[in-house]
Nanobody, 116 residues
Framework: QVQLVESGGGLVQAGGSLRLSCAAS????????MGWYRQAPGKQRELVAI???????NYADSVKGRFTISRDNAKNTAYLQMNSLKPEDTAVYYC??????????WGQGTQVTVSS
């Protein structure tokens, strides 16, 4: 089992920046991909960014050039640096992880609110 704990959400003005962290604990040696999804009110959960164990990344088109995902394998922690935030980035952001047996894990979510 893997436990994920997010931190770093909050309220920011448009154009501002936030950095989310996701710390993994438990059977972390089995982890492969880590990433972030988000869900805005009334919308489906969508992929924001994902990174695998060797550092390959993938981003949603809506955040390319503004968000950067990174990972510290020694600390079992993933980060999402969010710059040039827009009101449409407002959502609950969920940390995601998948292990080498394709089991998936989710954090509890952290609220990001961008005011105009």
């Amino acid at each position: 089992q893997v436990q994920l704990v997010e931190s770093g959400g909050g309220l920011v003005q448009a154009g501002g920046s936030l950095r989310l962290s996701c710390a993994a604990s438990g059977s972390v040696f089995r982890l492969n991909a880590m990433g972030w999804y988000r869900q805005a009110p009334g919308k489906q959960r969508e992929l924001v960014a994902i990174i695998n164990s060797v550092g390959n990344t993938n981003y949603a088109d809506s955040v390319k050039g503004r968000f950067t995902i990174s990972r510290d394998n020694a600390k079992n922690t993933a980060y999402l640096q969010m710059n040039s935030l827009k009101p449409e980035d407002t959502a609950v952001y969920y940390c995601y992880a998948a292990d080498r047996s394709y089991r998936t894990y989710w954090g509890q979510g952290t609220q990001v609110t961008v005011s105009s």
